[in-house]
C-alpha cells in the first residue's frame, strides 16, 4: 500500500526534477504534488518550471508571490541594511516564503508530507526545514537522504526522460529571485578558479559597461524606496528596473567565500545590482535621520538580524523583536538619495531628507547661531579620565 501524498518545493531544475521519481520508486508514495513559486525568477523559468511540473507530477501549483515577496521579506532587509559577511541576501530571504507556500498547498491537499530538493551540505535545507517542522510536517529530502552526487543526477534524469539544462561540462546551480542571482556548482567550487564571464546574467563586465556615467535620484518613504528619478513605482517595478539599470553599469557583483550555516566555507558568486544601489543609498540616508546613538545600536541589530535572516528563523522570538525595532527606527528615514552609477561603482552624490538632523545653520563656520565660547566649558572636562590617567 503507498504512502499517500507529498508535496515538494520545485524549481525545475535538476534536484527537484528528479526528486519526482524518486519519492515514488524509493520512498513508496502515490501521487507527488509540485509547488513552483515565483519570486521575481525569469519568466521563463517559471514557465519551464510550470511546464516541467506539469509534465512530472501528478499535479503542479505555480504561485505568483513577487508583491509579498518585496512587501514582506526584501523591504525589512532594505530597512535592516540586511547582508551576510558583506554581501546582499537574496536566497536565503525567499526559502521561508517559499516553504510558507508549500505548507499552505500541503494543507489544503490534505498531505502530512513535504518535500525539498537540498543537499545535505547546504543552507537551504534547514531553511525549509524550519518552515515544515513548525507546521508538524514529514519532512523528506532525496538528495540529502540518498547521498546524491550531481554526476549521478544527471545521469538518473536522462535515464528517465526528464529533461534538464545542466550538463556535466557545465553544471551550474542557478537560483534567482527579484534580488539576487546566485550561481554555483561544477568547477566554480575552486575558490582559485576564475568564472567564466558566461555564468553572468544580469551584470555587463565593467570593461564592457557604459563609458558615460548615469546619476539616478531614489526616493524613501520611512526605510523604503518609493520612486526612481521623479517617478512613483511599486517596489516590485522598482527593483526590476534598477536591476537593469545598475546590471548594465557591471554593479553588483560577489565573488567570495562564505561561511555556510554547518560551518563549512564554500565559494559563492552573487548578482545583485538593484540590492547594492538600494543599501548603498538606504544606508547613506540613516546617517542623515538618525542620531548617532540609534546609528551605533542599529549597526549591532542590523548584523543580528541578518544572521538569523540567513539562516531563515523567521519565527525566532528574537528576530520579530528586532523587527520590531527596525520598524520604529525608520519613522524618519525619508528623503532622497542621489547616486552615480559607473562601470562598477555606486557612489552617492548628495541627499536630502525632511525630517535629517543636519542644520547649516548651527554647523557653518560663518554662522553665529551658536556661541563658540560654550564649548570651552565643554573642552576643559573632556578626556579629563584619560589625562589624569597618564598623570600617574
Not at 516564503?97 to 505548507?103: S, T
Not at 502530512?112 to 525549509?128: I, M, P, Y
Not at 545521469?155 to 528517465?160: D, K, L, S
Not at 538580524?305 to 539562516?311: G, I, K, T
Amino acid at each position: 500500500m503507498g504512502k499517500g501524498t507529498i508535496v515538494m518545493a520545485y524549481s525545475g531544475g535538476l534536484d527537484t526534477s528528479i526528486c519526482i521519481p524518486l519519492l515514488k520508486e524509493r520512498y513508496g508514495f502515490d501521487r507527488v504534488i509540485t509547488v513552483a513559486v515565483n519570486v521575481g525568477q525569469r519568466d521563463e523559468e517559471i514557465a519551464m518550471a510550470t511546464e516541467k511540473g506539469k509534465k512530472l507530477a501528478d499535479k503542479h501549483y505555480t504561485i505568483d508571490a513577487r508583491e509579498q515577496f518585496v512587501n514582506e521579506y526584501v523591504f525589512p532587509a532594505i530597512r535592516a541594511n540586511g547582508s551576510y559577511e558583506g554581501y546582499p541576501m537574496g536566497t536565503a530571504l525567499a526559502r521561508p516564503l517559499i516553504a510558507e507556500e508549500v505548507v499552505r498547498v500541503a494543507m489544503e491537499e490534505g498531505s502530512h508530507s513535504v518535500a525539498h530538493g537540498c543537499t545535505g551540505k547546504g543552507n537551504d535545507q534547514l531553511r525549509f526545514d524550519f518552515i515544515f517542522r513548525m507546521a508538524g510536517l514529514e519532512v523528506i529530502a532525496p538528495i540529502r537522504e540518498l547521498n546524491l552526487t550531481r554526476d549521478w543526477e544527471i545521469t538518473y534524469a536522462q535515464e528517465h526522460n526528464i529533461p534538464v539544462t545542466v550538463a556535466k561540462e557545465k553544471p551550474w546551480s542557478i537560483d534567482e529571485n527579484i534580488w539576487s542571482r546566485s550561481i554555483e556548482g561544477g568547477k566554480l567550487e575552486d575558490p582559485a578558479y576564475h568564472p567564466p564571464e558566461e555564468i553572468y546574467g544580469w551584470t555587463a563586465a565593467q570593461e564592457k559597461a557604459p563609458d558615460t556615467p548615469e546619476i539616478i535620484s531614489l526616493q524613501f518613504l520611512k526605510g523604503v524606496p518609493v520612486a526612481l528619478n521623479g517617478q512613483a513605482m511599486s517596489g516590485l517595478d522598482l527593483i526590476r528596473t534598477l536591476n537593469v539599470i545598475a546590471g548594465k553599469h557591471g554593479i553588483g557583483r560577489s565573488n567570495m567565500i562564505e561561511d555556510r550555516i554547518l560551518g563549512l566555507k564554500a565559494r559563492e558568486i552573487y548578482e545583485h545590482p538593484a540590492a547594492t544601489v538600494l543599501l548603498t543609498a538606504h544606508a547613506d540616508l540613516e546617517l542623515l535621520t538618525l542620531t548617532r546613538q540609534e546609528l551605533s545600536f542599529k549597526r549591532m541589530v542590523d548584523d543580528r538580524w541578518s544572521e538569523l535572516a540567513y539562516m531563515g528563523l523567521v519565527h525566532e522570538p528574537l528576530f520579530l523583536d528586532l523587527n520590531a525595532f527596525i520598524t520604529r527606527s525608520q519613522e524618519n528615514v525619508s528623503g532622497r538619495v542621489d547616486v552615480k552609477l559607473y562601470k562598477g561603482s555606486c557612489r552617492v552624490l548628495g541627499r536630502s531628507a525632511p525630517e535629517g538632523l543636519y542644520s547649516e545653520e548651527l554647523v557653518s563656520f560663518d554662522s553665529g547661531a551658536l556661541d563658540q565660547c560654550h564649548a570651552i566649558g565643554v573642552s576643559a572636562y573632556y578626556g579629563i579620565q584619560a589625562r589624569m590617567n597618564k598623570k600617574k
